[in-house]
């Protein structure tokens, strides 16, 4: 019985390390759904471990793609990606894709929104 307690408490403690072992991203500016009353000079994507950034594109809300700087070809744990021109008011979404240390592929998206300045101080 206490073998088979303490291999169980094995399993778990592996599970978890595992589980915390998984590349995930821990920020970014802007943050998701927030709302800004100017253009966002970049967008900056922070990872738990290092990562090769694969893709990154952001669109407005009539899905034209948004001219970004050029991806690092090196891995890091964080990037920052300059948007080339002025976004006007309106919703956009940025969706990346990266690669981390331990193969494993992530991705994800955010939302942020650039509102008029009255409409910014009302939220």
């Known amino acids: 019985m206490k073998r088979l307690t303490l291999l169980l408490l094995g399993l778990i403690s592996l599970s978890t390390y595992q589980t915390n072992a998984h590349t995930r991203l821990t920020a970014a500016m802007p943050a998701d759904s927030t709302i800004s009353s100017t253009s966002p000079e970049e967008i900056v994507l922070k990872f738990s471990t290092k990562v090769r950034l694969l893709s990154i594109q952001l669109r407005d809300v009539d899905g ?60």
């Open 64 to 123: 034209t793609v948004i001219k970004l700087g050029l991806i690092p070809e090196k891995t890091q744990m964080e990037f920052s990606l300059p948007i080339l021109v002025e976004l006007t008011p309106g919703e956009y979404l940025a969706t990346w894709r990266a690669v981390g240390a331990d193969t494993h592929a992530v991705s994800g998206d955010l939302s942020f929104t650039v509102a008029s300045g009255e409409a910014a101080v009302s939220h």
